[in-house]
C-alpha cells in the first residue's frame, strides 16, 4: 500500500505534468524504448509549495535512513538542483557527479570537495534502469568518498533497476514510484481504468512493449 508521501508526490506530479501517461500514442526514450510515460521532474521546481516538500521528504528519508550523512551528492543534470536544495536547508556540503569526466582542464568527474572517507547520500530526480545512477556511485567511491545510499524523487519500479541496486549494494529510497502513481491516477480518473493493465504491462517489459507500435 503506498505511503501518504508516495500518494502526495504522484498527484502533485500528475496536477503539473511533470508526468505524463499517454498509452495509446507512446512516447520514444533516447534508448529507443516505446514508453506511455514521460517524466520530467525539474518541472517541480518551479513550485515553490511543491519544491518545498518533495526536499523536505527528502531531508525526512535521509535523516531516518542515513543519520551520519556528511555530504550530499547530486547527479548531473537533473538532480544538481534537488541536491543543491537539500544540501543548504541541511547545512552540509554539496557536490555534483557529471555523466563522465571532463574532456579538458582537470577531467574532474565529481564537481566539488569531497575529504577521504566522507560519508555521502546521493540525491536524484528519477530512477528508470539506474545504470546512470550507480555509475554515479561508482565515481564518487573511486574519489574517496563513502556512499551509504541514494534518495530519489521517483522510480519506474523497474524489476532490472531494483536488482542492479541490490547486486551494487546501494541503499535506495524513492518518494514515489511507478505503482502508487498508477493507483492515483486512477483515483483521480487521470486514466481511464481500461488503461491502468495496459500501464502495468508495460513496466514488466519496458524494452519490448509497444513494439507493434508505429
Known amino acids: 500500500m503506498a505511503t501518504e508521501v508516495e500518494k502526495k508526490v504522484a498527484k502533485y506530479l500528475l496536477q503539473i505534468e511533470a508526468v505524463r501517461l499517454s498509452p495509446s500514442k507512446p512516447f520514444t526514450w533516447a534508448s529507443g524504448w516505446k514508453s506511455p510515460i514521460y517524466c520530467d521532474n525539474r ?11 518533495i526536499a523536505a521528504s527528502m531531508i525526512a528519508v535521509i535523516k531516518d535512513n542515513f543519520p551520519s550523512v556528511e555530504v550530499i551528492a547530486g547527479v548531473a543534470t537533473g538532480a544538481i538542483a534537488w541536491g543543491a536544495i537539500v544540501a543548504d536547508m541541511m547545512g552540509l556540503p554539496f557536490v555534483y557527479v557529471r555523466p563522465a569526466p ?12 569531497i575529504h577521504q572517507g566522507a560519508r555521502i547520500v546521493v540525491v536524484e ?30 522510480s519506474y519500479n523497474f ?9 551494487s549494494d546501494v541503499e535506495l529510497h524513492t518518494l514515489s514510484n511507478y505503482d502508487s502513481l498508477l493507483d492515483t491516477a ?16 508495460w513496466r514488466l517489459n519496458p524494452d519490448k ?5 508505429k
Open 43 to 53: 518541472k517541480a521546481l518551479s513550485y515553490p509549495e511543491i519544491r518545498k516538500f
Open 102 to 113: 571532463k574532456d579538458h582542464g582537470l577531467e574532474n568527474q565529481v564537481e566539488g570537495v
Open 125 to 154: 530526480d528519477l530512477i528508470s534502469t539506474g545504470k546512470s545512477s550507480l555509475e554515479a556511485v561508482k565515481a564518487l567511491n573511486k574519489s574517496g568518498a563513502i556512499v551509504r545510499g541514494m534518495v530519489a524523487v521517483f
Open 159 to 167: 524489476p532490472l533497476a531494483r536488482r542492479a541496486f541490490e547486486k
Open 186 to 201: 486512477q483515483e483521480t480518473s487521470y486514466i481511464p481504468k481500461e488503461d491502468v493493465e495496459l500501464l502495468r504491462e
Open 209 to 213: 512493449w509497444g513494439n507493434e507500435i
